[in-house]
């Protein structure tokens, strides 16, 4: 009785699936706008996400300007956040905003246009052209709607994707370091990078890593200087070390931090 039970199941299930699929084909092929609609609609709250997406590319155009059209545009960017695709997603959800500024939607439309961003994101040794693209929509998002109950999600989100673009500045000063005098002065590259990581993001959770870094590369750079600049940038290096002790008394670097000012501080001449 009980498999006669989960065959008959198995059946219900087969045959609901394939009357979908017909369903589905014929919408596909059908001129009625209106009833493409519904059914992405309706395909919609069934979680059919691909399917809604599909119908309502066909549809936006002509609900374009009509009572429809607005809907029809946020949920097509839905249907593809839900998806999981969210590069397509936010190319609709910001074409939904720049048409509708205004809109019944406008508010979900920014965030989850920047969430998506957020959430494709990807590791910070690769191209993060997407974490950009998250932190400009999701600032955006707050700018224009500071009352949000969303914000706090969506500064937060801000916060992580500075704390990758941070760290991928951080690898590149720490392969510059790594470098050193590798057809050039690399050491140089890695204070630079180092500084304009600090400038750009001030309050980054890698802010001491970067700073002992530029120490590091200060003093590699004046140990292996010609003797007429040595002590000048020994000079700088005691400076740099005065600077991050001070900001980090109780850092985990103080015992290689002592160390290279005491080398530093014996070229300086008092």
């Known amino acids: 009785m009980v498999i006669g039970m989960k065959k008959l199941f198995l059946l219900l299930l087969v045959v609901a ?3 979908s699929c017909t369903e589905y084909t014929k919408v596909m092929k059908s001129n009625d706008v209106d009833y493409k609609f519904e059914y992405a609609q309706r395909a919609y709250d069934q979680k059919k996400y691909l399917q809604a997406a599909m119908v309502l590319n ?3 155009t002509p609900l374009r300007g009509g009572p429809k ?29 720049n048409r509708y500024p205004k809109g019944k939607y406008a508010e979900l439309a920014r965030f989850y246009s920047g969430y998506g961003y957020y959430l494709s994101s990807p590791d910070p040794q690769l191209d993060q052209s997407n974490t950009r693209k998250g932190i400009e929509e999701l600032q955006g998002f707050i700018d ?7 914000v706090n999600i969506a500064q937060n989100a801000i916060f992580e994707l500075q704390d990758k673009l941070t760290l991928k500045e951080l690898q590149n000063a720490q392969l510059y370091y790594n470098l050193g005098n590798f057809l ?10 180092a500084q304009n990581a600090l400038r750009n993001y001030p309050y980054s959770k890698y802010r001491e890593e970067f700073e002992m870094l ?3 590369s200060k003093f590699q750079e004046a140990n292996q200087s010609v003797a007429e600049k ?14 991050f002790i001070n900001n980090y008394p109780n850092t985990k670097n103080r015992k290689e931090a002592d160390t290279i000012f005491k080398i530093a501080r014996h070229h300086v001449q008092d």
């Open 230 to 243: 040595k002590e000048e940038r020994f000079r700088d290096v005691v400076d740099e070390y005065y600077s």
């Open 17 to 19: 699936s394939l009357s």
């Open 58 to 60: 066909d549809v936006i």
């Open 144 to 150: 224009f709607f500071p009352k949000s109950d969303k």
């Open 69 to 97: 059209g607005e809907e029809a545009l946020f949920l097509l960017g839905m249907s593809y956040y839900e998806n999981k695709d969210y590069l397509n997603s936010g190319v609709y959800f910001k074409t939904y905003y």
């Open 184 to 193: 050039g002065n690399n050491y140089e590259s890695a204070i630079i990078t």
């Open 214 to 216: 530029i120490l590091k």
